[in-house]
């Protein structure tokens, strides 16, 4: 794909153990075109966030590796890049959106101060310019009383506002790419669904991607066009949200679609449940690794099953038991 | 709200809770003097009948998990009364309370934090048994297989230590350790929150096996409107330590009378995106419980213009059908149903079914 913005290829994160090397991100490819707002799901420990951070060259150190593939960013290999330059496109162009604001952000600064340390890292312009471009940028994501808050401390705001912060802080240099990784996991339903619109108005208005990552499928089905289902380092399901809503083709995508408790379900009616859980990522299989979880004896156990395109940009990876199953 | 008992149709309710308080001194100043109080929860009552499942859903800060602490009196209540299988509990001593726990026990959260990472989940499992002295060694290690079977954890698991086991599974050992002493009474605290979508619909499917079976209570306390519809016969809704709205979980679904309601619905993300809804935004956050505003909190939270009519109106929730109560709020109801429940009326209405 020429128009893809992100383009992510058999991408390969491993982390260094005492028990050896461990991979976190096994063969991950998917794009993300401009404009557009691709959600990466998955339960805990399936690799989306180590994706995530592999794009913008956050992996803890000296642990995380990336070994293999490639990530370009229009057309600029991002892995050859010297690092002088990942750090005018980190936050230059892309912005990244990290799940709990109170650790991301500063506690001693205010956070007016953080928002020019910003601004001025990716701008020439003088210290009062950037406070003034602050200022606008907290107003614009519906801070009240924006100048005032400038002033404020991190932890005198609240949880939907610090996320707010946030916001500001990875669209104040209105990258091309945003990052968002689960930015409303620890926030209210009703206060998630403050953050998510204005994520969706912010991405209308500026023209910007969204790679938005989450365990939620609700939230994928409401905001995304795209999504990429992960299971165990591995993607193995991606194309259109309506696509894939409503033709699941992988038994993993399956189950967690009809694992969600629904409001029309019947009341205390069984739950459809994935058996099993994700093994432990020591213990992956080079094989179908939901086989695994499933205690199949498949013959894939030792092969891993292709990547195949079932419908117009609709693919999937599974064997003939996930497929089929 | 008295009323709210005669609601338990399934005989006398197992649990009865009345205009229940908890506050919180705030302490401020040099002398560490008290400055005013956290109002918790405000005035609460709630009724559990027995084998029935009572959903209290609400935003972070509303006091729904201290409101699950107070009733089964891990904090000291500030007023109102709690029955227990008709016996009020509510001043009772700890002493006289440790032989009644046997009836009601707790589940946390956060498995990871609650349960003891220096003891084995065999020992975890025994500990409530031994603090109620029942049975020896041998009874108790033959009634923690049986626990260990019946929450769908291995044999094995018993000589394993916590850090060993998942998230689904931490819990499951939570809930087998609330299980130990037979309780008529499960306080469920956010359970299945921390976990990820398949893993908790496999919880909440054992926590309705547990019930079919053991013919147990719950109250259980979330966040998440749809679960706690899913797995509830009623759910009352909580907002800034108060009961706005409460009803059998199908008609709250089916027909929401409170604002607040109705915005927590419309804020669940819909799993189905061929469900183009709009969305009802809600702005603002909860206020702090600390100087909670007089009147309507939600009024004030929505900037209603007939905000100032609520103040020092009673808000205890009223009943608008049978079953289905909600606050009589005129920031928060359309008018005929305001019209229904609006104070005045409400006398005549309590007086017909008494």
């Known amino acids: 794909m020429s128009d893809a913005l992100l383009e992510v290829r058999d991408l390969v994160t491993s982390f260094q153990t005492d028990n050896g090397w461990v991979r976190a991100v096994d063969k991950v490819s998917f794009s993300v075109a401009a404009g557009q707002s691709v959600g990466l799901v998955g339960e805990s420990g399936c690799g989306k966030t180590v994706t995530a951070m592999s794009i913008v060259d956050l992996l803890p150190k000296p642990s995380g590796h990336i070994l293999e593939g490639s990530i370009s960013l229009n057309g600029e290999d991002l892995r050859q890049v010297p690092p002088k330059r990942m750090r005018q496109v980190r936050g230059g162009e892309i912005g990244v959106i990290f799940q709990e604001p109170m650790s991301a952000l500063n506690p001693v600064h205010r956070i007016g101060k953080q928002l020019v340390e910003v601004i001025r890292l990716h701008k020439k312009i003088s210290g009062r310019k950037a406070l003034k471009e602050a200022i606008e940028w907290l107003d614009k994501v519906g801070i009240p009383d924006p100048a005032a808050r400038a002033m404020a401390y991190p932890h005198q705001l609240s949880g939907g506002m610090r996320q707010r912060v946030m916001i500001a802080m990875a669209l104040c240099c209105e990258p091309r790419l945003v990052i968002a990784d689960e930015p409303t996991t620890a926030l209210d339903v009703t206060v998630q669904a403050q953050i998510l619109d204005l994520l969706e108005d912010m991405r209308k208005e500026l023209g910007m991607s969204v790679l938005l990552i989450t365990h939620d499928l609700g939230v994928i089905a409401e905001q995304c066009e795209e999504v990429v289902v992960m299971y165990a380092g591995r993607v193995v399901e991606r194309g259109p949200v309506p696509e894939v809503f409503a033709n699941p083709a992988h038994a993993y995508t399956k189950g967690l679609l009809a694992s969600i408790p629904r409001l029309e379900n019947e009341r205390k009616s069984i739950l459809t449940t994935i058996p099993g859980q994700v093994a432990a990522i020591q213990d992956f299989v080079p094989g179908c690794r939901f086989c695994q979880r499933m205690g199949r004896r498949s013959t894939m156990i030792n092969n891993r099953p292709t990547f195949a395109e079932i419908a117009d940009g609709h693919w999937v990876e599974a064997c003939r038991e996930c497929y089929e199953g | ?354």
Request: hydrophobic fraction near 40%.
């Open chain 2, 1 to 354: 709200m008295k009323d709210q008992i005669s609601e338990a149709k399934k005989g006398k309710p197992l649990l009865e809770v009345e205009a229940l308080k908890q506050y919180f001194p705030v302490k401020g100043g040099v002398f560490g003097r008290k400055v005013g109080d956290v109002k918790a929860v405000d005035g609460v009552s709630l009724t559990i009948g027995k084998g029935e499942t009572v959903g209290l859903v609400g935003e972070s800060g509303c006091g729904k998990s201290t409101f699950g602490k107070s009733i089964i009196r891990l904090e000291n209540p500030t007023g109102g009364t709690i029955r227990f299988k008709g016996k009020d509990i509510t001043s009772m001593s700890q002493a006289w309370l440790r032989p009644l726990r046997q009836d009601f026990q707790m589940v946390f959260q956060d498995p990871a934090e609650s349960l003891d990472a220096r003891m084995s989940v065999g020992e975890l499992i025994a500990e409530p048994l031994v603090i109620q002295s029942m049975g020896n060694r041998k009874a108790r290690r033959e009634r923690v297989l049986e626990l260990l079977d019946r929450v769908g954890l291995p044999k094995s698991a018993m000589q394993k230590f916590p850090f060993e086991f998942s998230g689904g599974q931490r819990q499951r050992i939570g809930i087998a350790r609330a299980l130990a002493v037979n309780p008529e009474l499960l306080v469920l605290d956010e359970p299945v929150s921390a976990l990820d979508v398949s893993v908790q619909a496999q919880v909440i499917n054992l926590l309705l096996e547990l019930q079919r079976d053991l013919g147990l209570s719950y109250l259980f306390i979330a966040h998440d409107l749809a679960v706690v519809k899913h797995i509830s016969d009623r759910v009352s809704v909580m907002y800034l330590g108060k009961i706005v709205e409460s009803a059998t979980s199908e008609e709250l679904y089916r027909n929401p009378l409170h604002a607040y309601t109705k915005a927590l619905f419309s804020a669940i993300p819909d799993p189905d995106p061929a469900n183009k809804k709009t969305r009802k935004m809600l702005e603002g956050e909860v206020p702090s419980p600390i100087n909670p505003p007089e009147g309507s909190a939600f009024g004030k939270r929505i900037n209603h213009p007939r905000y100032e009519e609520t103040i020092g109106v009673d808000l205890t929730p009223v009943e608008y059908s049978p079953g289905h109560w909600v606050a009589p709020d005129v920031c928060c109801l359309e008018d005929e149903v305001f019209a229904k429940v609006k104070p005045e009326s409400s006398n005549d209405a309590s007086s017909e079914r008494v």
